[in-house]
């Protein structure tokens, strides 16, 4: 963990002032350290997450905010690994199923009955578009931005494209100009934030390109 300078400089006036020594200064820092590893939610003292399956991944995924607290000390303390795993992994490919919101599941209730179980039934698909294409047309798009490239069309990457190539055929091209045409979403800006092909094709995301919310 990394401790910010001012909290350095304090606790060595603070070891200072009681008489301590290097020994004493180190102890106070380890204390501290230790101290912050741990964050209450709801009366709850969360155990701390050290993978990649962390809450706030989960969560910007699952993309339907209410009843926060229960879900973060259900992930955290409730859940295995292998749990969490799973649960984002699933999520991107329910979420492509259900885009409107009021059908999808209460997230702790989703958490709660582990409906990534469950089979997600398939929207009705008229068409399917080339993954392998697509992935090579996406990285030429973004060839010369700091969007990351395309490595592979998982299951997930591939529903969210079925999803858009069946509800926005003739809007796919136009969105991707837009994207690379935009300095936040190529990072350009500074702001720190890089769009990725996963949020580019998240239902949401993708009709606030399209009309134009990131335009410049």
Known sequence: MDIPQYALDAASDFVKSCGGDANSYNAFLK??????K???KDGHVLK???DEYTFERWWNLYDHKVGRD???VKWHNRMTKAERKAATEHTPIYVARTPNKEFRKHPYT????KCWNDEVKPVAMTAKADAGKFMEYFNKVFEYTDIPKLSEMTEERTAKLNYIYNTYPKDILSVLDKVKDSRHLTGEDGKGFIATFEWIFTPKYFIQIKEGYFDE
Do not use: D, T
């Open 38 to 40: 741990y964050r209450r």
């Open 70 to 72: 229960n879900c973060e």
């Open 110 to 113: 989703y958490l709660n009955q």
């Open 31 to 36: 204390g501290f350290e230790l101290a912050n």
């Open 48 to 50: 701390p997450i050290n």
